[in-house]
């Protein structure tokens, strides 16, 4: 559905990313993983418009979509929670989540149907909390929220920039709990996330970032018994070593390799 091809971005003369080519398919758990800088919140930015590549391009469908908005992209199936929540406080839990159906506010039925399963199919916790101040939710709930809002605009991928920032374990739990339902064959997840271990457990693909390139790519349970995903985070010259893992590492991007 989605895919980066050869893409690198910028923040003034600093490149973030960096020929990245990454493909999302449908229900796809993919995390990217990697050492606060490496880039993984700038391909979520990428991916949702809110930062367009110097080079590459973003494709939707088999459709170039470097000049769609955020906006359009939202309208067309890409929705993203964002780090920090960006919840409306002083708004109830209900309103939150009504305002992600912004694009389909003409049919009032259906967001009034969407609303109704959003609670009773994702979010059953926040069921009793609907006419609450999201303000006055604890850290998890808002998250919840947050994705409520997401996927109120039936998003096919939903993109998720650290989603367990800041939450106990038992909340981290919770969330996770929420997001296995979330995910199905027809929707997909691009998960940034620093707690690693939750990450793996829940996601069929890793992608390990370095300095704005993939340094490795492949199945979970392939790189964490490899060590690559320790020497990426430890900093580790986990390309130079990726050449003598052998079959067991699923997969690496050659050209970052080196």
């Known amino acids: 559905m989605l895919e980066l091809t050869e893409v690198t971005a910028s923040y003034g003369r600093s490149n973030a990313v960096q020929g990245v080519t990454l493909r999302v398919a449908e229900g796809d758990r993919i995390g990217l993983l990697g050492r606060n800088g490496a880039g993984k919140s700038t391909i ?142 027809h929707r997909a997840v691009v998960l940034v996330e620093q707690y690693v271990t939750q990450a793996l457990r829940f996601c069929s693909r890793a992608v390990g970032l370095k300095n704005g390139r993939i340094a490795v790519e492949g199945a979970p349970e392939d790189l964490a018994a490899t060590g690559l995903l320790a020497e990426l985070y430890l900093g580790g010259d986990v390309g130079s070593q990726a050449g003598d893992r052998g079959p067991a590492m699923a997969q690496t991007n050659g050209r970052d390799a080196r």
């Not at 930015?45 to 939202?74: C, F, N, T, Y």
């Not at 309103?95 to 694009?103: C, E, K, L, M, T």
Request: some cysteine; aromatic content about 4%.
């Open 44 to 185: 979520l930015k990428i991916m949702a418009g809110l930062l367009r590549p110097v080079a590459g391009h973003v494709s939707w469908e088999g459709a170039v979509i470097d000049h769609l908005s955020p906006q359009r992209r939202v309208r067309e199936g890409i929705a993203l929670v964002p780090e920090g929540r960006g919840i409306f406080p002083g708004l109830t839990v209900d309103d939150n989540i009504r305002s992600g159906a912004y694009p389909k506010r003409s049919c009032r039925r259906r967001v009034t149907q969407l609303l109704d399963a959003m609670y009773e199919e994702y979010l059953p916790l926040l069921r009793g909390s609907r006419p609450k101040l999201a303000g006055s939710l604890s850290g998890g709930q808002q998250q919840m929220v947050a994705i409520g809002r997401a996927l109120m605009s039936e998003p096919r991928v939903l993109l998720l920039d650290e989603p367990s920032l800041g939450l106990a374990p038992q909340a981290v739990e919770a969330l996770y709990g929420v997001l296995d339902v979330v995910t199905d064959e």
